[in-house]
């Protein structure tokens, strides 16, 4: 309904797994971004892609690799988290410099 | 400075009352604006632009100082279903993207 998807919705994994989380925006915009929200906290931007280029990155740790395939695809690839990454990840697109960023409707990640 | 400030409230107010959240930010250069709303453990969604002219929506109205880098949003006659916590943005271009800069929120609870 809003135009970005993001799956899973939900996901609990182990300090030692490897997940990925999957946005998909079907608003033909050419930038996607990832934020991290944790508990009481603002929105924090981790990555942001235009026209498939990563153009910030906020001194996100490596444990999160960013992959944006294609423009209407974009990726967060998780390796060796920590609990303290537990929050809400959220992915968002915009279209050049017009118009608000859209956001999906996020991922709840527990890291155990 | 924080780039975008807003008073992180909480805001109690009861039903049918108006309640006015202020918004401040620093770059002069930024371009566009605007609020957006954020249940709890939701994704933030577009509420509305913000344009020097003014913009009305229903209850709410937005009000951009460009002048005064300042930005207002006035709910009228309140409802339960206004409960949130409404977020402060300002877009600035960059390149082919758009910066979006997020404040930190203003939480809104109304009361019966």
């Known amino acids: 309904e809003t135009g970005v998807t993001q799956t899973p919705r939900h996901l609990v994994m182990g300090m030692t797994n490897k997940k990925s989380l999957k946005c998909e925006q079907h608003l033909g915009h050419n930038a996607m971004y990832w934020y991290k929200q944790s508990a009481k906290k603002p929105l924090e931007l981790m990555f942001v892609y235009s026209l498939e280029e990563r153009v910030e990155n906020n001194s996100v740790p490596s444990r999160f690799s960013p992959e944006c395939p294609n423009s209407s695809h974009l990726f967060l690839h998780l390796h060796t988290l920590q609990p303290e990454d537990s929050a809400l990840y959220l992915c968002?697109?915009?279209?050049?410099?017009?118009?608000?960023?859209?956001f999906g409707q996020g991922t709840r990640l527990t890291v155990v | 400075r924080k780039e975008v400030e807003q008073d992180p409230g909480p805001f109690n107010v009861p039903e049918g009352a108006t309640v006015a959240f202020n918004c401040t930010y620093s770059n002069s250069a930024s371009q566009s604006f605007f609020w957006y709303r954020q249940d709890c453990r939701k994704e933030p969604k577009l509420l509305m632009s913000v344009y020097s002219s003014g913009n009305e929506d229903g209850r709410f109205t937005a009000q951009l100082n460009r002048a005064s880098q300042y930005i207002s949003l006035l709910i009228r006659d309140s409802k339960l279903s206004d409960s949130a916590t409404y977020l402060c943005v300002v877009n600035m271009k960059a390149g082919s993207y758009q910066k979006v800069t997020f404040g930190t929120g203003t939480k809104l609870q109304v009361i019966p």
């Open positions: 968002a697109s915009s279209q050049g410099g017009v118009g608000g960023a859209f």
